[in-house]
C-alpha cells in the first residue's frame, strides 16, 4: 500500500516538472526575424567645434550621413551609413548578419569630432507580425590623426571603434525578448571592433549584427511551477 502510494507520488511529481520544462521550452523558440528595411539617423556628436553637416541624401527620414571639419584642402571627413536591407533579410537569431554599410572618409581637416551615435529603426517580420522597432543606439569613437606627419598617406590613419555599445531598444513577441547588438567592422572577411582610413581616401566595412534573444517567463507557466512546488511541499507535509 505505502509501496504503491510511493510510485504514484514520484509519477506524478515528475509528470509536474516535464510539464513545466516543457511549457518553458516552448516559450524559450525564438522565431526568425525577417528585415524589411532599416533607416540610420547620426545624432549626439561630439567636438567639430560647430562644423559637422548632418546630411540626407536619400529622402527618407533620419541623416544617414555626417561631414565634419574645417578642410585643409577641399573636402570634409565622414561617415556614411548604407542599408542593406531591401531587399528583405531573413536571419535566425543569434545569427551574425549585415546591417549595412559604414564608410568613412578620411580627408586633412582641423576641428575634428571624437564620437557620434548612429541610431538604427527597424521594419521587421517576426512570427507573421510586422513591427517597426528602435531606435538601437550604438556609440563610435573617432581617433584622428595629425595632417602634419610624413609620409602620407600611411601616417596618418584615422582609427574608428565601438565605443560602450548600447542597445537602448527591444521588443517582445510571444514571451521573447529580442535585442540588437553590433559585433563589429567586417573588411576583407575579417570581422573587428575598430578599423582604419589613410589620408584623402575613402574606406568601406560591412557592420555586423545580431540578434539575441532572453526568455520573459509567462504568467501561466509561473503560475503552474508555482502550484507544483506546493503540491510538493504538501505531498511530503502527507508523508
Same mark, same amino acid.
Given at each position: ?14 509528470? $509536474? ?29 561630439? $567636438? ?20 565634419? $571639419? ?113 559585433? $563589429? ?55
Amino acid at each position: 500500500m505505502n509501496m504503491d502510494y510511493s510510485i504514484k507520488k514520484n509519477l506524478l511529481l515528475k509528470s $509536474g516538472f516535464i510539464v513545466v520544462i516543457i511549457l518553458f521550452n516552448a516559450s524559450a523558440n525564438a522565431l526568425p526575424v525577417t528585415i524589411n528595411a532599416v533607416g540610420a539617423d547620426w545624432s549626439n556628436v561630439v $567636438g567639430g567645434a560647430g562644423t559637422v553637416d548632418f546630411i540626407d541624401s536619400d529622402g527618407i527620414a533620419g541623416n544617414e550621413e555626417i561631414r565634419w $571639419g574645417i578642410p585643409a584642402e577641399t573636402e570634409k571627413s565622414g561617415y556614411r551609413f548604407d542599408s542593406a536591407a531591401p531587399p528583405a533579410l531573413a536571419v535566425e537569431t543569434g545569427e551574425v548578419f549585415t546591417l549595412g554599410n559604414f564608410t568613412h572618409t578620411n580627408q586633412p581637416i582641423w576641428e575634428s569630432i571624437s564620437s557620434a551615435q548612429l541610431n538604427i529603426t527597424t521594419s521587421l517580420m517576426v512570427g507573421g507580425f510586422m513591427l517597426g522597432e528602435g531606435p538601437f543606439t550604438f556609440s563610435f569613437l573617432h581617433n584622428e590623426t595629425s595632417n602634419a606627419c610624413e609620409p602620407l598617406p600611411d601616417c596618418a590613419n584615422d582609427m574608428v571603434s565601438f565605443s560602450n555599445l548600447i542597445t537602448s531598444d527591444s521588443f517582445l513577441v510571444d514571451g521573447i525578448e529580442y535585442t540588437l547588438d553590433l559585433i $563589429g567592422f567586417s573588411v576583407g572577411g575579417v570581422t573587428t571592433s575598430e578599423f582604419s582610413t589613410f589620408e584623402r581616401q575613402t574606406n568601406t566595412a560591412q557592420l555586423q549584427a545580431v540578434f539575441r534573444t532572453t526568455s520573459i517567463p509567462e504568467p501561466a507557466p509561473i503560475m503552474l511551477l508555482s502550484l507544483g512546488l506546493l503540491s510538493i511541499v504538501l505531498m511530503r507535509r502527507r508523508v
